[in-house]
T-cell receptor, first 112, second 115 residues
Framework: DQQVKQNSPSLSVQEGRISILNCDYT??????FLWYKKYPAEGPTFLIS?????DKNEDGRFTVFLNKSAKHLSLHIVPSQPGDSAVYFC???????????FGTGTSLTVIP | EAQVTQNPRYLITVTGKKLTVTCSQN?????MSWYRQDPGLGLRQIYY???????DKGDVPEGYKVSRKEKRNFPLILESPSPNQTSLYFC??????????????FGPGTRLTVT
């Protein structure tokens, strides 16, 4: 049973516009969330994280929003660039921080 | 250069022939983990280790073994591989703060095919 879900397998956005990637989770014990980016033939690389005590975390063009009551998080990329084209995975863990659950990924294409 | 290395990168084998995929990190990380990536299923955690001689099962441990005899190495062992273990495997490592691990650094992946 998938505890972390990314319901959009793919997303296309024009360069310069905002990309919004969504992630839902079912386990209310999750309190640490991360986003990873993955290019073909490479391992995932860490992008940004957020703990459950916050509802927003920002790092340059990337912002993650957490809505605990809805069990939903989103990643905003503004402005989107062609180099952002990749598969994005959200992940979650509990406060023990030892086991991680990943979503199925969203393939983002930024069109020049 | 800080990195996680995996070997081999590609492997084709036959059912039942024992194999080991090695993983090594040079960042002195306490936490290491193995994942498999399958279409439509994302990344699923197989095993993880919080330090030397400390390992535990992830979400999909069946058919796999691990060991952590040294801090830098975390090999994944398939004693009797089956076709349903055909997958893309990633090793990852991170710091560990006792109750929380930090963002993980992933290796480049090992593409395994079991016929």
């Amino acid at each position: 049973d998938q505890q972390v879900k990314q319901n959009s397998p793919s997303l296309s956005v024009q360069e310069g516009r905002i990309s919004i990637l969504n992630c839902d989770y079912t386990n209310s014990m999750f309190d640490y969330f991360l986003w990873y980016k993955k290019y073909p033939a490479e391992g995932p690389t860490f992008l940004i994280s957020i703990s459950s005590i916050k509802d927003k975390n920002e790092d340059g063009r990337f912002t993650v929003f957490l809505n605990k009551s809805a069990k939903h998080l989103s990643l905003h990329i503004v402005p989107s660039q062609p180099g952002d084209s990749a598969v994005y995975f959200c992940a979650a863990s509990t406060n023990t921080g030892n086991q991680f659950y990943f979503g199925t990924g969203t393939s983002l294409t930024v069109i020049p | 250069e800080a990195q996680v290395t995996q070997n081999p990168r590609y492997l084709i084998t036959v059912t039942g022939k024992k194999l080991t995929v090695t993983c090594s990190q040079n960042m002195n990380h306490e936490y290491m983990s193995w994942y498999r990536q399958d279409p439509g299923l994302g990344l699923r955690q197989i095993y993880y280790s919080m330090n030397v001689e400390v390992t535990d099962k992830g979400d999909v441990p069946e058919g796999y073994k691990v060991s952590r005899k040294e801090k830098r190495n975390f090999p994944l062992i398939l004693e009797s591989p089956s076709p349903n273990q055909t997958s893309l495997y990633f090793c990852a490592s991170s710091l560990w703060a006792g109750t929380l691990s930090y963002e993980q650094y992933f290796g480049p992946g090992t593409r395994l095919t079991v016929t």
